[in-house]
C-alpha cells in the first residue's frame, strides 16, 4: 500500500470535511487563481525597484513560466485536488513536511495585515471624491507652503527653475520636486511623512482617519463571508469581482489613452529595450512568485475543491496567460501614468517629479483633470478597491479551509472561528494604519520573496524526492486519466529548482538593498516574519519524528511516509487501492524493514 494508516503511526486519522462543498463551475477555479494577479504590491514596490521594463522586459517571463511556473501550479494543484485538502492537511504526502503548512498559515496571516492598506487607500479616495470639490484638485488644494505642484508649473520654465531653486524640500544634486497634489493629500493624514516616504523623521504616529476607513472595509469582508461562505457562493462571488475589476480596468486605461503624454507611454512600454530583457531576466524572477498569492498555498486550497479529475494541466497554463494579461494591463496604466508626469519637467533636468505608489496615489491627480473627474476617480479606485478585496477574501478564504480541514472541532464553529480570524486581522492590522506602518511594508513584501522560494524548493523535495517522482507521476496519471511525460517530471526535479535557487538570490539582494533604507525594528520584523518560520519546518518535522517509534533512522522513515494518503470519494479511493495494490511500490526511503514492526 502506497499509504500508511493513522492508526499504525499512532496519530489521528484524516476526517474529511463533508460539509466543504465544490465549486459552481470549473472555471471558478480559474477566475480565484487569476484573482491571486491583482496583488498589485509587486507594482507599488517597482517604485523602489525601478520595475521600468515595458513588454520587452516581460519576455522572460514566458521562459520562467514553462520552466518553473506552470509546473509549481501543476504541484500544488495536485496536492489539493488528489486529497481534497487545504494547504495543511494535503502534506499527509510527508508528514515531515506538514510544518509548511502550518507556516503557511502564518504568513498567509502576515500578509493580510499589511496589504489592508492597498483597500484603505482607495477607500479614501472614493469618499472623498463624492465631494463637489476633491482635495487634491488644483481647486481644492489649499495652501501648501512654498511647494511647487503640478497646479502651479503654468508659469515659464526659467521662472520655474527660478522659483524651485529657492525651495528647501528636496535638494538633492541640485534638483529640486514637482509635488503631485494627491500624494500630499494623502501625507496630510501623517505629519511625519511630510518629508516623503523614504524616511520617519518623527516618532510612531497612528492616523486616526485612516483607522476610520479601515472599519468600512473589514466590515464588507465580514459581510461577504457571512452571506458568501459556502464553496460555490463563494465562487461566484469571486467570478464576478475579477470580471467586474477587469471590466473597470480596461475602461480606466482606454480612458488613460488621451491624457498628455499618454501614447508616449504606450510606446515606450512596447518599444524593444535590450537593457530591458537583462533586467527582466531577474525582476522576472520576483514576478512569477507573485501567481501564488500574497500568502503560500492558496492554489492548493483552491484547487482542493475542483472535481477529481479536473484537467489541472491545461487549467494552469490559462490561468498563467490570465496572469500574465493583469500585468500587462497593469503595466500599460503604470507607463501611461509615469509619462504623464513626467511630460511636466518641461525638458530641465533639474526638476524631479514625486510619483510616489503611482497606481494608488499619484493617479489621482491625474483623474483629476479629466472632465466628469469625480466619476472617473470613483471608476478607478473602485477597480483598485475591488482587486483588493479579491486577494483578501481569497486568503482568508483559503486559510479558513485549511483550518477546518486539519481541526475537525473548528468545524462545528466555522461562523465564530470566521468573525474571530476577521476581528484579529483587523485589530493587528492597525499597524498598518500608522506611519511606520505604511512606510515599512514593502520591506516585509519583497522579505517574503525570500520564505516563498525557500518553501517552494522544500515542496519540490518533498514530493518528488522524499514521495519520489514514480509515485507522483502515478498519482497524477490515475487522477487526470492521461498520461503525465517523464520530462515534466525531469524538469521539476532538476530544472526549476536551479531557477527558484536564482529567485532566492534575486530576492536576497532585493531584500539587503530595501533595508539599507529601513530602520532597526524593520529588520527585526522581517527576521520574525521570514528565519523563524523557516526553522519551525525542520523543527516540526523533528517533533514528527520524535513521536514515531524504533530507531532514529526508522522513525525519520515513518515520518516521511504518506499517511492517509489516498483520493477521498469513496470511489475514487476503491481504484485508487486496486492500481497501488497491483503496482511495484518498492523505494529505498519507505523499505519495512522487520525493525519497523
Known sequence: MVYESSYETGQKPFTSDLQRGKWEKPTDFI??????????????????????MGLFGILPYYFYMAVYMVPLLVIHSFMGQFSSSGFISAFRLS????????????????????????S??????????????????????????????????????????????????????HMTEIHIPSVLFFKQHFTSLSGGFMYSHTGFEISWTIVGFSVPIWAIILCMFRNFSETAKFGKLLRYMVLTSLALLLICLARFLFLPGALDGLAHFVKPHVDSMVEGSFIMTVVVLQAFGSGWGSVMALSSFNSFKTNIMSYSWIIAFGQTLVYILFGMVSFILQHYFQAMRVDSFDLYVETNWVLYLSSASALATLEWANLWTILYYSMLLISSLIVMITQIFTVLTSLFDEFEFLREHKQRVTYGLIGFLAFCSLWFCTNYGVLFFSAVSVDAILTYSVMHMLLLLAVLWIYGKDRFQRDIEFMLGQPFASWKVFILRFIAPIFLI???????????????????????????????????IPGYGIYITYQN??????????????????????????QYEDVVGNSDMTHQLYEVTEEDN
Open 31 to 52: 477566475f480565484a487563481c487569476c484573482g491571486l494577479a491583482l496583488k498589485l504590491d509587486i507594482f507599488v514596490i517597482s517604485y523602489w525597484l525601478f520595475f521600468d
Open 95 to 118: 508528514p515531515f513536511f506538514k510544518g509548511m503548512g502550518y507556516v503557511s498559515v502564518f504568513l498567509s496571516i502576515a500578509s493580510l495585515l499589511f496589504y489592508s492598506i492597498f
Open 120 to 173: 484603505i487607500v482607495p477607500l479614501v479616495f472614493i469618499l472623498h471624491s463624492l465631494r463637489p470639490t476633491m482635495p487634491w484638485s488644483c481647486e481644492g488644494l489649499g495652501n501648501v507652503g512654498n511647494l511647487t505642484t503640478m497646479c502651479n508649473m503654468n508659469i515659464s520654465e526659467s521662472d520655474a527653475i527660478s522659483t524651485l531653486a529657492n525651495e528647501t524640500d528636496f535638494d538633492v544634486l
Open 502 to 536: 536564482f529567485s532566492l538570490l534575486v530576492g536576497l539582494f532585493l531584500s539587503f538593498t530595501e533595508h539599507v533604507y529601513r530602520s532597526t525594528l524593520v529588520f527585526y520584523i522581517s527576521l520574525f516574519l521570514v528565519i523563524i518560520p523557516l526553522l519551525f
Open 549 to 574: 517509534t524504533g530507531r532514529l533512522c526508522n522513525r525519520f522513515r515513518r515520518a516521511c511516509r504518506p499517511t492517509d494518503w489516498y483520493p477521498q470519494k469513496t470511489e475514487d479511493r476503491q
